[in-house]
């Protein structure tokens, strides 16, 4: 069974720092590219960022560039999500979820998330 | 960014009424549209992908159509495990970006 479980999240003060980690199983975690997504209390749902398979391509979201940083350890099949300078506004619910893809006629095509870990709750509160 | 709107942000719904659900893009996206399932408390769920391709293990009760600019998701017969937000987004260009919610609600 294709799993994903976060962990790391809990109460931090504005300023502040906080490492998240997806542990992964169930698939080929080093075949596939990953991306990071949040929930703030009530919300909708807000992407982050990307990671390809090999680590090679990162992307951000204009929310976090500059203050979170993406990783992964593939022979720990582990993703990671480095928060620093820590806002109010990133009191969110930290999904991780795996890149979903196909082929179609126009070739290789990814993009959605499938399957999500079941979230970490990162709560910045002085 | 490309902006997804959902029609409409809530409804109430009967067991065994047939439900649409609408998305817009604020520009082309071709079928590059993904729809989620999220209950309270939970994680999403990937419901379709590529507009009208249905997920591995979700019932073919959900059915997705569109290109373009305009999508829809139809459940043809409501039943209690389906009410949730429902979630569409785009995967055309980055930032991947999703609508703001449906709120399935009982009638």
């Known amino acids: 069974e294709v799993q994903l479980v976060e962990s790391g999240g809990g109460l931090v003060q504005p300023g502040g720092s906080l490492r998240l980690s997806c542990a992964a199983s169930g698939f080929t975690f080093s075949s596939y590219s990953m991306n990071w997504v949040r929930q703030a209390p009530g919300k909708g749902l807000e992407w982050l960022s990307y990671i390809s398979s090999s680590s090679s391509t990162i992307k951000y979201a204009d929310s976090v560039k500059g203050r979170f940083t993406i990783s992964r350890d593939n022979a720990k099949k582990s993703l990671f999500l480095q928060m620093n300078s820590l806002r109010a506004e990133d009191t969110a619910v930290y999904y991780c979820a795996r890149d979903g893809d196909y082929y179609d006629s126009s070739g290789y095509q990814r993009g959605w998330f499938d399957p999500w870990g079941q979230g970490t709750l990162v709560t910045v509160s002085s | 960014d490309i902006q997804m709107t959902q029609s409409p942000s809530s409804l109430s719904a009967s067991i065994g009424d047939r439900v649409t659900i609408t998305c817009r893009a604020s520009q082309g996206i071709s079928n590059y549209l993904a729809w989620f399932q999220q209950k309270p408390g939970k994680a999403p769920k990937s419901l379709i992908y590529?507009?009208?391709s249905l997920q591995s293990g979700v019932p073919s009760k959900f059915s997705g159509s569109g290109s373009g600019t305009d999508f829809t998701l139809t459940i043809s017969s409501l039943q209690p495990e389906d009410f949730a937000t429902y979630y569409c987004?785009?995967?055309?260009?980055?930032?991947?970006?999703f609508g703001q919610g449906t709120k399935v609600e009982i009638k």
């Open positions: 987004q785009q995967y055309n260009s980055y930032p991947p970006t």
């Open positions: 590529a507009a009208s």
